[in-house]
T-cell receptor
Framework: DAGITQSPRHKVTETGTPVTLRCHQT?????MYWYRQDPGHGLRLIHY???????DKGEVSDGYSVSRSKTEDFLLTLESATSSQTSVYFC??????????????FGPGTRLLVL | TQLLEQSPQFLSIQEGENLTVYCNSS?????LQWYRQEPGEGPVLLVT?????EVKKLKRLTFQFGDARKDSSLHITAAQPGDTGLYLC???????????FGPGTRLSVLP
């Protein structure tokens, strides 16, 4: 358990409305990630953060923005939700061993439905 | 773009049978991880393999990393209903690069 929580766990919204998902971690990890998971596509990286106010785009970043004003919180915002953004969203953190080996741990997910 | 393929996509077997699922790529990875995901939950790490040819065992699960570090397999002996879930492989391309995930193998073990 890497101390990762996500909120809300479920959300239904309408096309065109803004939506913000929150990821909270309790163990001071530097790296945090937002993924979406869709059938047949596995997990695809949306955005990631390598420190407070340091973020970068992932593979499927269009239509999403992120913010990280504190180490423990990483927010994902859909400025104007579309039906194609209906998905399950996972937050993750990564740990690095002394040998440089990275391991990712995931939160429980947020299921988002855009009508 | 580095890609990971997994096969089979779906697998339904009877309790007690053995099975193998595969994770393949044309790219080399510095390490590869296997996760299991149950419905409504996030992926949970099972194992990380790092060295080409490495074999790791976790009770009835055996993980192997290919010699060239481009592929991996997961073998389950005497599968049980509790093994049911989505098995994901993820490759770490190298230092400072993000993980790449395969699409997963959905396993159903029937009692």
């Amino acid at each position: 358990d890497a101390g990762i929580t996500q909120s809300p766990r479920h959300k239904v919204t309408e096309t065109g409305t803004p939506v913000t998902l929150r990821c909270h971690q309790t163990e001071n990890h530097r790296y945090m990630y937002w993924y979406r998971q869709d059938p047949g596509h596995g997990l695809r990286l949306i955005h990631y953060s390598y420190g407070v106010k340091d973020t970068d785009k992932g593979e499927v970043s269009d239509g999403y923005s992120v913010s990280r004003s504190k180490t423990e919180d990483f927010l994902l915002t859909l400025e104007s939700a579309t039906s194609s953004q209906t998905s399950v969203y996972f937050c993750a953190i990564s740990e690095s061993s002394l040998a440089g080996l990275q391991t990712q741990y995931f939160g429980p997910g947020t299921r988002l439905l855009v009508l | 773009t580095q890609l990971l393929e997994q096969s089979p996509q779906f697998l339904s077997i009877q309790e007690g049978e053995n099975l193998t699922v595969y994770c393949n790529s044309s790219s080399v990875f510095s390490s590869l991880q296997w996760y299991r995901q149950e419905p409504g939950e996030g992926p949970v790490l099972l194992v990380t393999v790092v060295t080409g040819g490495e074999v790791k065992k976790l009770k009835r699960l055996t993980f192997q990393f290919g010699d060239a570090r481009k592929d991996s397999s997961l073998h389950i002996t005497a599968a049980q209903p509790g093994d049911t879930g989505l098995y994901l492989c993820a490759g770490a391309p190298g230092y400072g690069q993000n993980f790449v995930f395969g699409p997963g193998t959905r396993l159903s073990v029937l009692p």
